[in-house]
């Protein structure tokens, strides 16, 4: 099967052909806002970090922002930084021009203020944007894709509908010769053995193993129990009673097929097959990591109903609550007809989802799209703020 | 709206989840493996929440999926309505001694 998307120049496909607006630091993130809604064709990066970080909180936040830029979604990339963050401007602009794509910078401490940095800034962007504009769809096969699966606001519906369904489509991009990266480490606790068993080698059964073990302690050394945390006040009032019930319901959205290799946090995307992003669970940390990784479409299962897309990553929104489905169809793209997991009718609704993700990887927009709500997302950073 | 009113995921299972509100009182026959159980519900079950097919004692793995979800922490007889008020985790317990596994 195939679907039409953007050639880049590091052999990837885009499904978007967005210009990138990323902020370097929230201290940015008003130029970084204003650029990307003046000039249309923009997506904006914006988030909470890039300085005042421990020394492995600004390597994150530096190999996110990279790979950010080398998301196939961008057709080029333009930084916007004030000029005395912890991270290096110039770093991220280098790491992205790795990629073959046009990346430029402006920083609002050198350009005189932030009306100086809009006006230079809004005019690279709308450079960039025409040069974009240039590039059409091309046929491409379904191989070329990266999938990134996520759930959010889940009830109990996610673990017996949307989520195996979203499954099956995994097991079938797998099949075609195309990858898929789920995560979301804190709903992994319970269900890790079941993950390790799947692992394609013992080296990566045990990182499974490490970094659920590792989320573990970071909760468990603020001296309460998680839940109310994980599960959410949400969670528990859709009937789900622990972690354990929670993850044993949300890895069935990664599928059946063996588990490839574990990726840190910001991390890229290389190989084939099934893979994992150690994540915390929450939105906005983890479709960005999601983004970072290189996905070009985002599967999204929900429960209860969770509205976000990503600004440079079309997110689908499945669900198989059917009261979720009819009250909040504003943001709901697919539902999934809640039956017994051993039902045909499951392996019909990832074909279903799977037709879906062929229809917007070639264009066709989603609810978060149509209704552009997605734009404030964060990056994960593990020490204190300083 | 649905076929059945409550779902059994594995044969293993010790609960089965609601796929309707379902009324304290009503009893329910329910497919698990190859047998039908029925199951006097003692409680209001809302949709999606769970209730059990037989007795659990208080200290004993509460099972979905096949698999532990947790504990009991008060004896459940079955057709209870289990949830938070008598199952807890055993992961992620930062207010108990044993912490990360």
Known sequence: ???????????????????????????????AWWISQGVKGCAPFLHGGGCCHTKPDIEIVTRTLVNLGWNPNLAGVLVVSLGCESISADSVVEGIAGSGKPVEKVVIQKMGGAAATLKQGSRLARDMVAEAAKLGREKFEDSALVLGVKCGASDTTSGLAANPAVGATCDLLIDNGGSCIFGETTEFMGAEHILARRAATSQVADKIIEIVARMEKRAVAMGFDMRGGQPTAGNIAGGLTTIEEKSLGAIAKGGTRPIQGVYEYGERHHGKGLFIVDTPGREPEFLTALAAAGVQVIVFTTGLGAPQGFPLVPVIKVTGNPNTYKQLSEHMDVFVELGSKAEPGIAQAGKSIYGEMLAVASGKPTKAETINYGNFPNIFTIGPVL | MFKQKAIVLDPRDNVATALADLKAGETLRLGVGDKTLAIKLTARIPFGHKFSLNNIDSGSPVIKYGEAIGIATADIRAGDYVHVHNVASARGRGDSTGGAR
């Open chain 1, 1 to 31: 099967m195939s679907f039409l998307g953007y050639p880049r120049r590091d052999g990837s496909v885009g499904t978007r052909n967005y210009i990138g607006i990323l902020s370097t630091v929230s201290c940015a993130n008003d130029v």
